[in-house]
Nanobody
Framework: QVRLVESGGGSVQAGDSLRLTCVSSDSALQPDVMAWFRQAPGKERELVGT???????VYAPLAKDRFIISKKDYVNTIYLQMTALEAGDTAIYYC????????????WGQGIQVTVSS
């Protein structure tokens, strides 16, 4: 069982920045793909972007050059740097991990609230 723990959320004003962190209990040697998702009130969960074991990032259109996903070398920790936050970014942000070895599996963090006030 892989455990994902998010941190760094909170309440901010529009235009502010915030950095979320996700720490995975899985080995850094695993070729996992990690991702950030978010779910706004009354809406479906949507992808923000993914980052693979080698640090290659793929962003969803909603990232709009305001969000940057990165990882810490040698450990399974990823970050979501959010800038110029808007009220529409208010959501619960989830960390996700997809494992391929030794078998396919998917894990979710508990989610962390980000509230942006205009």
């Amino acid at each position: 069982q892989v455990r994902l723990v998010e941190s760094g959320g909170g309440s901010v004003q529009a235009g502010d920045s915030l950095r979320l962190t996700c720490v995975s209990s899985d080995s850094a040697l695993q070729p996992d793909v990690m991702a950030w998702f978010r779910q706004a009130p009354g809406k479906e969960r949507e992808l923000v972007g993914t980052i693979n074991h080698w640090g290659t990032v793929v962003y969803a259109p909603l990232a709009k050059d305001r969000f940057i996903i990165s990882k810490k070398d040698y450990v399974n920790t990823i970050y979501l740097q959010m800038t110029a936050l808007e009220a529409g970014d208010t959501a619960i942000y989830y960390c996700n991990l997809k494992r391929t070895l030794p078998s396919a599996a998917e894990y979710w963090g508990q989610g962390i609230q980000v509230t942006v006030s205009s």
